[in-house]
C-alpha cells in the first residue's frame, strides 16, 4: 500500500513539473515565432533560430555543437512539378500515335517520384538550387562511463504551405487520387500501346482494340486539369510551423534542463549520455537527420553505447498520441520494442496511447534516419495521421502556438523522461 501511494505521488510529481516544462516551452514557440516567423530551410530565419536553440543548450549541456551542411531543399517537392511537365507531353505522344517515347516520359516520372517521395533518395536534387542547413545539439555526459545513448529530437525548420490544405481541404483525396492516378493510367496504356506494337498486336494472345484507346485518351485528357492543379499543391511561404515542429526542439531543451538540475542536485544519470538535438531540412526530405546520423554512426563521443532515437513530430492533441513502427511511407522499419516501451509507460502514467506503422503517402520523420543507421528509433505524433484525416492546421499558416494542446506536450515529456530513466536504469 505504501509503495503504490510513493508510485501515485512521484507521478503527480512528475506531471506538475512536466506542466511547468509545458508552459515554458510553449512560450518559448511563441517568442521564436514572433521574432523570426516562418522558417524555410536556407533561410535567415531559420539558421537564427538555430542559433537561438544552441544558445538555450548552452546553459544546461557539456557540449554544444552547430553542423552545417548542404542540400537542395527544392527536389522534396519538385517531382511534383516534373510530373506535371510530363504529362501533357506523354498525353500527346500517345494521341500521335508514338507510344515507346509516351512510356519512357512516364517511366522517368514516375521513377523520379518513387525515389525523390516514396524512398526519400536524392535523385535530382543537383538540379536545384543549394542552400545551407544548420543542425544544433547539446550533450549531457553521465556520470559513469557511457553505455547507452538516446538522442531527443524535433526540427526547426517549418514547411511550405501546402495549398491542398487550405483550398478546399475536403477535395484533398480527390485532387491527388485524380492527378496520381491520371499520370499512372497514362503509364500504363503507354505500356500497353507500346507492348501491342512490339508484338504485332495479339501474339501473346491480346489486342487493344482502337476504340478502347480512343476512350482512354479521352479520359487521361479528362484528367489533364487535375493533373495541372498539382502543379500549384505547395506554395512558396513556409508556415509557422508552431507544432510542425518547433514546439519538439523546445521541449529538448526544456528536457536538457530538467536532467542537469538533477545532476547539480547530486542525481545525474549513471551510464546514459542525452543528446539533444534540433534538426534542419526536415521538411526537405529528413537531410539534416540523415547528415547527423551519417556523419556521427561512428564516433563514440557523440553516438556511444546502443543508441535510442526518441523523435517527436506534430505534438497537437493527446488525444492522437501514438509511436510510430515503420517510417519513409512504410519502406523503414523503427523499432516495435522501443514503441511498445514508450505505450506502456504512458498508460502507466495514465496516458491513451498506441502504436500505428506510418500510412502511405504521408511521408517520412526524422526517426528513419537513425533506423537506417541501425539505432532504435521512434517517433511518437499527436495527431490524427493519414491521407483522409489530419489536423486541421498541418502545413497551414495556422500552425500557430494556440494550435498545439499543451496536455500533448506535458504528456511527452513526461513519457521522454520515464523513458531515460528506464534506459539508465538497465544497468
Not at 531543399?73 to 506523354?90: C, D, N
Not at 523546445?250 to 539533444?276: A, C, E, I
Not at 496536455?407 to 531515460?420: H, K, M, N, P, W
Amino acid at each position: 500500500m505504501m509503495d503504490m501511494r510513493f508510485r501515485m505521488a512521484r507521478i503527480r510529481m512528475e506531471k506538475l513539473q512536466a506542466a511547468r516544462m509545458a508552459r515554458e516551452a510553449l512560450a518559448m514557440v511563441s517568442s521564436l515565432i514572433g521574432k523570426y516567423g516562418s522558417r524555410l530551410v536556407g533561410t535567415p530565419s531559420c539558421s537564427q533560430t538555430a542559433e537561438d536553440l544552441a544558445t538555450e543548450f548552452e546553459d544546461s549541456c557539456d557540449k554544444v555543437e552547430r553542423e552545417t551542411f548542404s542540400l537542395h531543399p527544392g527536389a522534396f517537392l519538385g517531382w511534383i512539378r516534373i510530373l506535371v511537365v510530363l504529362y501533357p507531353a506523354a498525353l500527346l505522344l500517345l494521341w500521335l500515335s508514338w507510344p515507346l517515347p509516351s512510356l519512357l516520359l512516364s517511366l522517368g516520372g514516375i521513377a523520379v517520384m518513387v525515389w525523390e517521395f516514396f524512398l526519400y533518395r536524392e535523385v535530382v536534387d543537383r538540379f536545384y538550387p543549394q542552400v545551407k542547413g544548420v543542425n544544433v545539439y547539446g550533450i549531457l555526459d553521465p556520470r559513469h562511463e557511457v553505455r547507452h545513448t538516446v538522442v531527443f529530437s524535433g526540427h526547426h525548420d517549418s514547411a511550405k504551405v501546402f495549398n491542398f490544405f487550405t483550398w478546399k481541404p475536403h477535395l484533398y483525396v480527390l485532387r491527388i487520387g485524380v492527378g496520381l492516378g491520371g499520370f499512372a493510367l497514362l503509364a500504363i496504356t503507354s505500356l500497353v500501346y507500346t507492348t501491342m506494337e512490339m508484338v504485332n498486336g495479339g501474339l501473346f494472345g491480346f489486342d487493344f482494340p482502337p476504340v478502347a484507346l480512343f476512350v482512354l485518351l479521352l479520359l487521361l485528357t479528362g484528367a489533364l486539369p487535375w493533373v495541372a492543379k498539382l502543379w500549384n499543391f505547395a506554395g512558396r511561404e513556409g508556415t509557422p510551423g508552431a507544432g510542425d515542429n518547433l514546439i519538439s526542439s523546445t521541449m529538448g531543451v526544456q528536457l536538457s534542463r530538467y536532467f542537469k538540475r538533477n545532476s547539480d542536485m547530486g542525481n545525474p544519470l549513471s551510464h546514459t549520455r542525452l543528446v539533444f538535438a534540433s534538426f534542419d531540412g526536415e521538411e526537405a526530405g529528413l537531410r539534416g537527420a540523415r547528415h547527423f546520423f551519417s556523419t556521427h554512426r561512428s564516433n563514440d563521443q557523440v553516438l556511444g553505447g546502443d543508441v535510442h532515437h526518441f523523435n517527436v513530430d506534430c505534438p497537437y492533441d493527446a488525444k492522437h498520441l501514438f509511436f510510430l513502427t515503420s517510417d519513409i511511407n512504410g519502406s523503414v522499419k523503427l523499432s516495435q520494442e522501443m514503441a511498445t516501451k514508450c505505450v506502456a509507460i504512458a498508460k502507466s502514467m495514465g496516458y491513451d496511447a498506441f502504436s500505428q506503422p506510418i500510412a502511405f503517402l504521408t511521408g517520412g520523420t526524422d526517426a528513419a534516419e537513425a533506423a537506417k543507421c541501425g539505432f532504435q528509433a521512434v517517433t511518437l505524433m499527436a495527431m490524427p495521421w493519414g491521407n483522409r484525416e489530419r489536423a486541421s492546421v498541418y502545413h497551414t499558416p495556422d500552425d500557430l502556438p494556440e494550435a498545439i494542446d499543451i496536455q500533448a506536450v506535458e504528456e511527452t515529456l513526461s513519457i521522454a523522461i520515464r523513458y531515460i530513466e528506464q534506459v539508465d536504469a538497465q544497468d
